[in-house]
Nanobody, 113 residues
């Protein structure tokens, strides 16, 4: 069982930046990424990264967010710049291992206007 622990969320003004981190309990050599869920909305993909560093982003965050990972530390990061109020959501880290997807508990990001 893989455990994921997110950190780095908080309250920031529009235009500001935050960096989220997600540490996995074991060695991860598969896709890791972030989803988010805003109140009353479905969970959506934000960004994902393979162990080789190939990335994928939602159109809404391209050019503002950057996903990266440190395989030695089993950690994935999400650098969020130029934040907008519509980025307000709970951000969840995930990892795909075989046919299973494991989730973190989430971290709240709130962007004030």
């Amino acid at each position: 069982q893989v455990q994921l622990v997110e950190s780095g969320g908080g309250l920031v003004q529009a235009g500001g930046s935050l960096r989220l981190s997600c540490a996995a309990s074991g060695s991860i050599s598969s896709v890791m990424g972030w989803h988010r869920q805003a109140p009353g909305k479905q969970r959506e993909l934000v960004a994902a990264i393979t162990s080789g560093g190939r990335t994928n982003y939602a159109d809404s965050v391209k050019g503002r967010f950057t996903i990266s990972r440190d395989n030695a530390k089993n950690t994935v990061y999400l650098q969020m710049n130029s934040l907008k109020p519509e980025d307000t959501a709970v951000y969840y880290c995930y990892v795909d291992i075989g046919a299973n997807r494991y989730w973190g508990r989430g971290t709240q990001v709130t962007v004030s206007s």
